[in-house]
Structure formats: structure tokens, C-alpha cells
């Protein structure tokens, strides 16, 4: 029964998903390291992370900032999947990344980012969450977002 309850809605995510990935394809290549190489990347601070009023918000490139914040937002659609799915691990660390990026977004993104997170936890324990629409709606000015900023 849930199957068939939630298998449109994880269509529609799986599109927005794709849709938001596909608008992040900003290069890469020739990243020049803006700090010395840490010995493990996942665990340092960014030096910026308060200061999100610049144009790529607690990040330090274009590319970062739309790679991030493209990769957390598809991962905030997921959210309530992971948790239908028992995942308490994965479902952790999913919230723990996605606050952490809603912190470091741009400014003129912070609002939309912040409400998208809030709706996607919500989705943990709420699964109308996909069905009523809300966490598209949520995802639908950060996709904008993304397309604006992340597209060339």
C-alpha cells in the first residue's frame, strides 16, 4: 500500500533531483587550491562559514557552492525515503550535512534553503510530506536557485 502511495511523488523528487543536478555544471577543472591541502577534508572548518553574505555564500568558488548545495538539496528529497527505510545512520548524517550547507548558502538563498530543510525533516516522520506537495514546493526556488546561479 505505501508503495503505491508514495511512487508518484518519488517520481516527481526523482525529476526535481535530476533537474536540480543537471543545473550544476559549473567546471571544475583547474580548481586552484584557496588554502593549504588539509590532511582530512571532510572534517575542516570552512574559515568563511559565518560569513555567508558573499556571492557564493560560506563557500569559497562558484563551483563549490553550486556542486553543495545541488548535492544537499537532492539529498533533502531523499530524506524522508531514507527514513521509510529504516536508515538512522544515513538519515543522521543526511540532517547533519544539510544543516551545515544551510548555514554556508548565499544569502539571497539562506530563506528558501532553511525552509526546504524544514520540510524535508519534517518528511521524516510526516510522509504526506510528498504527496501534498510540499517539499516540491519547498524545492522549487532552490532548483531556481540553481538554474540561475549554477547553469553556465
Known sequence: MISKNIARPLAATALLAALALSGC??????GAP?????????STP??????????F????????ACTKISEQATGATLLPL????????????????LADTAARVPDSLKADFAHLKEVAVAGVTDQTVFSSGKLQA???????WIATNCGK
Not at 555544471?25 to 583547474?30: F, K, L, R, T
Not at 584557496?34 to 571532510?42: F, I, M, V, W
Not at 531514507?82 to 550535512?97: H, R, V
Not at 519547498?138 to 531556481?144: E, L, N
Open 138 to 144: 519547498a524545492m522549487a526556488p532552490v532548483t531556481k
Open 34 to 42: 584557496s588554502s593549504p591541502a588539509p590532511a582530512s577534508p571532510s
Open 57 to 64: 555564500g560560506g563557500f569559497a568558488s562558484a563551483a563549490e
Open 82 to 97: 531514507s527514513a521509510a527505510q529504516g536508515k538512522t545512520a544515513q538519515l543522521e548524517q543526511f540532517k547533519t550535512d
Open 46 to 55: 570552512s574559515p568563511s562559514a559565518s560569513a555567508t553574505s558573499g556571492p
Open 25 to 30: 555544471s559549473a567546471p571544475q577543472a583547474g
